[in-house]
């Protein structure tokens, strides 16, 4: 936990707001399923971005420009002293507001998809807006890579204060910690190069490793950092039974969502490698970052390897033309969503779900796929393609998606369509359930919808087939799998270092 006390103050630290975001952004959809993540909540997301902004509201600067170099001057020994690595040079210090936030993070985001022959799931799509908006109030300092540049937002501040009922020395602290962990930042990149490391990047899972990596070694320094300036931490970072006053903030509860995880894993990973072999040892890790998240939760399997640069996009890519599905479809132009998965993406999906071994059932992932047919506010299809490490990790990894759909279908029914007419003998056909679900139309009306899904696997490979009010049948649901089965077996690959 980011959460330090000091005289018996709790202290609200600048990642443990974030938690906000996910209560606010509604529900994360993922493998043609839902989570909401405020059950039990009628609020709308304009209300609760309402709540938020008015929650949030950016106060006086608690800082000048003066004070912040004055502040970044006093830490840059310390964190030399701490990651043992000297500064190249001072990075620009700028003051901005959460406007300009808001836009940098937007331009981090566009031109960081640009780079990527893949979609990531964190490419915020049409909640860009919202989230940039959420984040720009929230954080307390962006690190630029590419203009070599800390921005400070030093109106962000006061709010925290305020939610938390703190003052001005506590507020300091803050400051000091959240411009810590942004000079780590930019430690990292006079050494490392991070634009250059995040343009290698081929997909979720290897970003968020990635991510992990930086972002844990930035939180383990900013933690030194507070230890000398006298703050003292939680031993348990279980711990997260805090008395928040907000009611809006007391709900938010959500540690093993993917934004958070690379945060607390992610330092957690430093920490054990920092014991095992020093500073030495972290800068060959941040050099050599491994590319999966099953090295970030289990830091004891990490070795430098090459990145899988697969084009998994292109497996997806065209695998079936549902514009021609018949007469109501065919003056339809769908938009397609074809982007990658993380493990930690997946292990939130699926953390309600009470099956022995799951998360390591989990990690044995290699590679989730997402491809989403969209037409205005509504998903038509959605096809899910992961690839497991062997076959007996499939047929597990099965049985979690199986519960899962047990768990969201609450009225299945039988007939003709429930029996696949066509049949592969090297495919396995794990469930097909027809259903009803309620959908919301593009005027957030409800409406009672067929819908139909489907599990089918090859060896190391399962597909995940769901559609509402398409109604393809068996023999086209088993074409498109085997279709995506054969491009994998088929595509090649290259090996390319981080």
């Known amino acids: 936990m980011y959460l330090y006390h000091m005289r018996k103050s709790i202290l609200f630290v600048d990642i443990k707001i974030i938690f906000l975001l996910f209560f606010l952004l509604g529900p994360t959809v993922f493998s043609g399923c839902a989570k909401s993540l405020h059950p039990g909540k009628n609020l709308t997301a304009e209300q609760e971005?309402?709540?938020?902004?008015?929650?949030?509201?950016?106060?006086?600067?608690?800082?000048?420009?003066d004070e912040a170099k004055d502040i970044v001057y006093d830490l840059v020994p310390?964190?030399?002293?701490?990651?043992?690595?000297?500064?190249?040079?001072?990075?620009?210090?700028?003051?901005?507001?959460?406007?300009?936030?808001?836009?940098?993070?937007?331009?981090?985001?566009?031109?960081f998809l640009n780079r990527s022959k893949n979609q990531f799931e964190n490419s915020f799509n049409k909640k860009e807006e919202t989230i940039i908006q959420l984040m720009s109030k929230t954080m307390g300092g962006i690190y630029e890579p590419g203009h070599k540049r800390l921005n400070l937002i030093p109106t962000n501040i006061e709010p925290k204060l305020r939610i938390m009922d703190l003052g001005y020395k506590h507020g300091m602290l803050i400051a000091k910690m959240t411009i810590a962990h942004e000079l780590t930042h930019a430690l990292q990149d006079q050494h490392i190069d991070l634009e250059q490391k995040m343009g290698k990047v081929p997909g979720a899972d290897e970003w968020y490793a990635l991510a992990s990596t930086i972002e844990g070694h930035a939180e383990f320094i900013k933690r030194s950092v507070g230890r000398l300036l006298g703050v003292r931490y939680y031993e348990s970072d279980e711990q997260t039974d805090l008395d928040f006053k907000n009611p809006l903030i007391?709900?938010?509860?959500?540690?093993?969502?993917?934004?958070?995880?690379?945060?607390?894993?992610g330092r957690q990973f430093i920490e054990y490698h920092f014991e095992k072999g020093?500073?030495?040892?972290?800068?060959q890790i941040l050099e050599n970052p491994p590319v999966?998240?099953?090295?970030?939760?289990?830091?004891?399997?990490?070795?430098?390897?090459?990145?899988?640069?697969?084009?998994?996009?292109a497996i997806l890519d065209n695998v079936y033309d549902f514009a021609k599905i018949d007469k109501t479809t065919q003056n339809i132009k769908f938009d397609y969503h074809n982007f990658s998965i993380s493990?930690?993406?997946?292990?939130?999906?699926?953390?309600?779900?009470?099956?022995?071994?799951?998360?390591?059932?989990?990690?044995?992932?290699?590679?989730?796929?997402?491809l989403s047919v969209k037409y205005k506010a509504i998903t038509f299809a959605r096809i899910g393609f992961a690839v497991?490490?062997?076959?007996?990790?499939?047929?597990?990894?099965?049985?979690?998606?199986?519960?899962?759909?047990?768990?969201?279908?609450?009225?299945?029914?039988?007939?003709?369509h429930n029996n696949f007419l066509c049949k592969n003998d090297s495919i396995k056909i794990a469930e097909q359930i027809t259903t009803f679900e309620k959908i919301k139309t593009?005027?957030?009306?409800?409406?009672?919808?067929?819908?139909?899904?489907?599990?089918?696997?090859?060896?190391?490979?399962?597909?995940?087939?769901?559609?509402?009010?398409?109604?393809?049948?068996?023999?086209?649901?088993l074409k498109i799998a085997e279709k995506i089965f054969t491009r994998y077996e088929s595509a090649e690959n290259t090996i390319v270092p981080p």
């Open 49 to 65: 971005l309402a709540k938020f902004n008015e929650l949030f509201e950016a106060g006086e600067p608690f800082y000048t420009l």
């Open 78 to 111: 310390k964190i030399e002293k701490l990651a043992g690595k000297k500064f190249l040079s001072i990075p620009e210090i700028r003051l901005i507001d959460s406007a300009e936030a808001a836009m940098i993070l937007k331009q981090k985001n566009t031109s």
């Open 250 to 265: 007391k709900n938010v509860v959500s540690s093993e969502s993917p934004y958070i995880l690379k945060y607390t894993k």
């Open 278 to 283: 020093g500073n030495r040892l972290l800068w």
């Open 292 to 313: 999966d998240t099953s090295m970030i939760i289990h830091p004891e399997t990490y070795r430098p390897l090459p990145y899988d640069t697969l084009n998994y996009r």
């Open 343 to 370: 493990k930690f993406s997946v292990r939130y999906l699926f953390s309600d779900l009470k099956i022995p071994d799951k998360n390591d059932i989990i990690s044995k992932i290699e590679h989730y796929q997402n």
């Open 388 to 416: 497991l490490e062997s076959e007996k990790d499939t047929l597990q990894y099965i049985e979690i998606e199986k519960k899962f759909l047990s768990q969201k279908v609450k009225a299945a029914f039988s007939d003709m």
């Open 442 to 477: 593009r005027y957030e009306q409800e409406k009672l919808v067929k819908t139909k899904y489907a599990i089918m696997a090859k060896n190391n490979m399962v597909v995940i087939y769901r559609d509402v009010a398409l109604w393809l049948d068996s023999c086209e649901i």
